[in-house]
């Protein structure tokens, strides 16, 4: 049964986090978490590492992007709590911290061709990787992207499947058993999923069990994300479980 304790995590814990390793060396290499024992081993990225919320750091954010130029007050803290809640259910984890938009100047274009390279080479690490999340958020305004579960507003989380490559059907199934089983628990936080054909794969050709999630907006708050990342950390452990 998933369990529905919320675990909060203000910014500066996570940053302590960040700073201490966990989850990262300091170079942004991905490293693997401290677990009790599991079978399957997840790797989180975000490919889109500056995507940020409303209440990071707005001098320095571009509104018109949902964009940060702060290189740590981005989603990425979102994937790294979803890590630490992982490894807290006895999943093994990996995270990469790399930052994408700084190794190509600044520009969002060709993102994909660098994050390529950190899923196989967590992929060739560990072949025992059974999951691949890209961490992302939406550009969907506050109203749709936000739901109260326990009475505390929670960022809706949503799948993107690319289908520009031969199995894209199993990443799809993928994503529904995800869906299926965050809907039963938690109705209301499934915010759906979104089917495209993408310029480039998304790497989900590289996994079948690989999907880019959105948790969020970027009017969502960091809080309302973790709220988020936490039930999707019951989600995945139970998937995980049942795989």
């Known amino acids: 049964m998933i369990g529905s304790k919320f675990k909060f995590l203000s910014i500066m814990m996570i940053m302590l986090l960040l ?8 170079q942004g290499k ?13 790797f989180i990225y ?8 409303s209440s990071s750091n ?29 490894g807290e259910k006895g999943i093994n984890v990996a995270q990469s911290k790399e930052d994408y938009y700084d190794m190509n100047n600044g520009s969002y274009a060709g993102l994909y061709d660098l994050s390529r390279k950190s899923v196989k080479d967590a992929l060739k690490k560990n072949p025992e990787v059974s999951m691949v999340f890209d961490i992302q958020n939406t550009s969907r305004p506050k109203e749709q992207t936000t739901v109260k579960i326990n009475e505390k507003n929670t960022a809706k989380i949503y799948f993107v499947v690319d289908q520009s490559h031969p199995n894209w059907k199993m990443n799809l199934d993928f ?4 869906s299926k089983t965050l809907e039963n628990h938690y109705p209301g936080v499934f915010g759906g999923i979104t089917e495209k054909k993408a310029i480039k794969s998304w790497n989900q050709d590289l996994s079948p069990q690989s999907v ?3 948790v969020g907006g970027k009017e969502n708050t960091f809080v309302e994300a973790y709220r988020a990342a936490d039930l999707l950390a019951d989600v995945i452990a139970d998937v995980a479980k049942n795989n």
């Not at 991905?30 to 997840?42: F, G, L, M, P, R």
């Not at 975000?46 to 919320?53: I, V």
């Not at 994503?175 to 995800?178: D, P, S, V, Y």
């Open 30 to 42: 991905a490293i693997s978490q401290k677990t009790k024992s599991s079978n399957e081993s997840v």
């Open 212 to 214: 880019l999630v959105q």
């Open 58 to 86: 707005l001098t320095e954010k571009q509104p018109q992007l949902g964009a940060t130029l702060d290189a740590q007050d981005n989603v990425t803290l979102v994937g790294a709590y979803l890590a630490a809640a992982l």
């Open 46 to 53: 975000s490919t889109h590492n500056r995507e940020t919320y």
């Open 175 to 178: 994503a529904k058993r995800l």
């Open 19 to 26: 700073a201490g390793g966990y989850g990262f060396d300091m």
